[in-house]
């Protein structure tokens, strides 16, 4: 406790006397004074965020369609961005807690290894905190996307807080959060929320995965997207080889047609969403909770542009309708919610017994 008071992060702010005894000091922490850096590995964007125990973001980085092509040399690059936001915020290094980094699932948390991203060629077994550890002389950890971005909102969301609800991650794919009772549901093996192979009801293409033809991931692939377009005289760009970069730029390509009102691109960026919601209608149903909340970087591009659909498709399959509403809600944190997830896991992490529950000022 004296470490902490000399550095300066918990201050002395009153002394209560109450009865006999020693009259107790109350202490406060400097929100201010610690800082969490945060990463999102999406495939088609990496963020990075500096975050204050007030949950401020200080600084953030963005890099669209990154080249994730070779592993190792993405670790390089986000240490190389993690020593610049250190050096930019002015923060002495004893003062950052950690980096915590938010990846597509399936991840092993405890190896920290990425394990095998249906999106992300060439990242089956990387190994992600050891090197970064290595790199950085920090302390680092890994979460799964949708978990850190649930974790994120609980953190954020003070004003409409909730305490269960289900985040529905738009980015490349589309995962969930599960928040129940304020608490994060993490699952067995840290993966909980996937629901990129559920049905969705609308036929699409036979998915290897899970053998079936009417996923969500199949239905939203851009293999899929760029096949419909051009049946409806749409003409997206075609590759002989498709990654991460060519499916990033595909379905940027679409969205940026939808926005500027070309008809056919709203349309099907419209029917993935749909099938999004539809799911998450479904998985709030079987949760029993109030709310759905939509974000990540996708969700903030077209939110304006499918908001009222994606509503109605969630109430649509949600059968307790005849019980009690369900509401749905845009994240607060807007594209950053993967990064500033991870910044809210390594401070959560570091500063136990939790954080959220600790009083701010
Ligand atoms: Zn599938």
């Known amino acids: 406790m004296r470490r902490l008071l000399d550095d300066g992060i918990v201050r002395e702010d009153r002394t209560i006397v109450s009865g006999p005894g020693k009259p107790r000091t109350v202490l406060e922490l400097e929100g201010n004074r610690l800082v969490s850096i945060g990463i999102h590995l999406d495939p088609s964007v990496l963020t990075f965020v500096a975050m204050n125990l007030r949950g401020e973001v200080l600084r953030e980085r963005r890099i ?28 002495p290094k004893k003062h950052i807690v950690g980096v915590g980094i938010a990846v597509p699932g399936p991840v092993n948390v ?29 302390q680092v950890i890994i979460e799964k996307d949708t978990i850190a971005s649930a974790v994120g909102e609980l953190w954020q969301s003070k004003e409409e807080k909730t305490d269960d609800f289900v985040f529905v991650y738009c980015g490349h794919g589309f995962g969930a959060g599960i928040v129940i009772d304020g608490d994060v549901h993490h699952g067995s093996s840290n993966n909980a929320g996937e629901i990129g192979h559920y049905s969705t009801g609308h036929k699409s293409v036979f998915c290897e995965e899970c053998g079936a033809d009417d996923c969500l991931a199949s239905g939203t692939s851009y293999e899929f997207i760029a096949a419909k377009a051009k049946e409806r005289g749409l003409d997206l760009p075609a590759y002989e080889v498709l990654g991460p970069e060519q499916r990033a730029e595909g379905m940027n390509r679409l969205t940026e047609l939808a926005l500027e ?78 990064a500033v997830g991870g910044a809210c896991v390594v401070m959560d992490a570091s500063l136990s017994p939790k954080a959220t529950a600790l009083l701010l000022r």
């Open 261 to 338: 009102g070309n008809a056919v691109a709203k349309e099907l960026v419209t029917e993935s969403m749909v099938m999004a919601a539809e799911v998450a209608g479904q998985l709030a149903n079987a949760l029993d909770v109030r709310e759905v909340v939509f974000g990540g970087p996708q969700w903030d591009k077209v939110s304006e542009l499918v908001g009222e659909d994606v509503d109605a498709a969630v109430k649509r399959r949600f059968g307790l309708r005849t019980v009690h509403d369900i509401d749905t809600r845009t994240s607060t944190l807007g594209a950053n919610v993967g």
């Open 64 to 91: 669209e369609v990154p080249n994730l092509e070779v592993a190792s040399e993405t670790v390089q690059q986000m240490a190389t961005t993690v020593k610049e936001l250190i050096a930019e915020i002015r923060v």
């Open 110 to 138: 405890e190896e920290g290894v990425v394990i095998n991203p249906p999106l992300l060629d060439g990242w089956a077994d990387v190994e992600l905190v050891n090197p970064l550890r290595k790199l950085l002389r920090l």
